[in-house]
């Protein structure tokens, strides 16, 4: 395979994009990597390779299954720099977040800090939780640059746990000083959940670095790391011990029996401690190639946000050419680009409507509220950035 390094930050055609052949990543406009970047044509041999071992070894396979679990593991571990923590998998971060919730001990500390800016995985389990009498403190999400001061504030004796995202998903803000966030909870009592969902892979994420190797973390395959649906992870600080409420039959493996010596359910140790049970293991062999895909093209975090920063200023600019009417769509021109993660977010009140009508155009992206996101990814090249950018201003002039 060719090195990343040996090509131009914007060359057209892209030299990544042959890789992407399937999706015909050359072909279309394709800036809803936000939300699902395409999949180099590796991970089709992944889902065949699942398949074949199926058909060849039926009930036998997991033997092979389970090591791909673990190229995943280790995989999502070196996207984070992290040489400590500890990995269960799942196929969604819900079921992951609900897992380490269960783990909490609600009774004693029924308290929980969030921020008005978390993904729908957290937003909605946390206001259900709310109509059951645990107490969420909702911090506002703006001012970001006084974010984690405010959650840190907010951490009481009462708090089980405080969730932030390290990049928010509506309108791309990064969140810095999370490790004050930590030493905050870890001073109450009070565990740290990181969602890294919306960093990985776009911006360089390290718990060494940060001062986080203390927290819990969650995130998944489905955006930048393009690995497809089904590979999420939940991070568990090292030198713990937990019992999660919710927990699947996976846990048993590493005990000796079901039950412990007092009688209660015994757990398995380390992330075993919050194993879930059967599930497809597709998507696994998928991810596993796809890992080995970004290693050998020598894709790594610093490289992909390298080229994740070219485009989004490439992006800003063109839309700033534009001068389209403010009141329809706008950016925020004194944001600097470097603040953002993977995407650019325009506000608009007619979000939704912009979305469908360059969907019509050929350009695909996504929309959440009051924000039009154009998603780009290393395999797009500068003129296909300025195409989209210019198929936006078409279609807001005739809106």
Known sequence: ????????????????????????????????????????????????????????????KWERAFAKAEDVRRGFASLMDDRQGLYALGSNTHELVLRFLSALRLSQRP????????????????RRLQEEEIEVCWVEAEPIDTLSERLTAAVTDRTAA?????????????????????????????????DTYHALNAVPFSLRHQGLEGAFAV??????????????????????????????????????AATA?????AYGDGADAFAGATYDPTSHYRASRVFDFFRNMELSPERLREVSSHQIRILAQAFDTLDLD??????????????????????????????LNLARAGVTTDSRGAWLRFGPAPYLSDRQLRDAMAALGQVAREI
């Not at 308290?111 to 946390?126: A, D, K, M, N």
């Not at 998944?220 to 937990?242: A, H, N, S, T």
């Not at 769509?329 to 409507?353: N, Q």
Request: glycine letters at 10%.
């Open 1 to 60: 395979m060719k090195s990343s390094q040996q090509y131009p930050l914007g060359a057209d055609p892209n030299p990544l994009a042959p890789y992407y052949s399937r999706f015909r990543v050359s072909e279309r406009l394709l800036f809803d990597g936000h939300s699902h970047q395409a999949w180099p044509d590796c991970a089709r041999q992944g889902q065949l390779e699942a398949w074949d071992d199926a058909a060849a070894f039926g009930g036998d």
């Open 111 to 126: 308290r929980l800090v969030t921020t008005t800016g978390e993904f729908h995985s957290i937003r909605r389990q946390l």
């Open 162 to 194: 405080t969730l932030v995202s390290s990049v928010l998903f509506e309108n791309s803000r990064r969140v810095h000083d999370l490790d004050r966030v930590l030493e905050a909870c870890q001073r109450h009592g009070a565990e740290l959940l990181v």
């Open 219 to 256: 995130g998944g395959g489905y955006k930048y790391c393009q690995l497809g649906e089904g590979v999420c992870f939940l991070r568990i600080p090292p030198g713990r011990c937990f019992r999660p409420v919710i927990t699947g039959w996976y846990s048993e493996f590493t005990t000796l």
């Open 261 to 265: 010596a007092d009688g209660t359910l």
């Open 326 to 355: 403010p009141a329809l769509v706008s950016r925020d021109r004194s944001l600097d680009l470097d603040e953002i993660g993977g995407f650019l977010a325009f506000k608009s009140p007619r979000a939704d409507e912009l979305c």
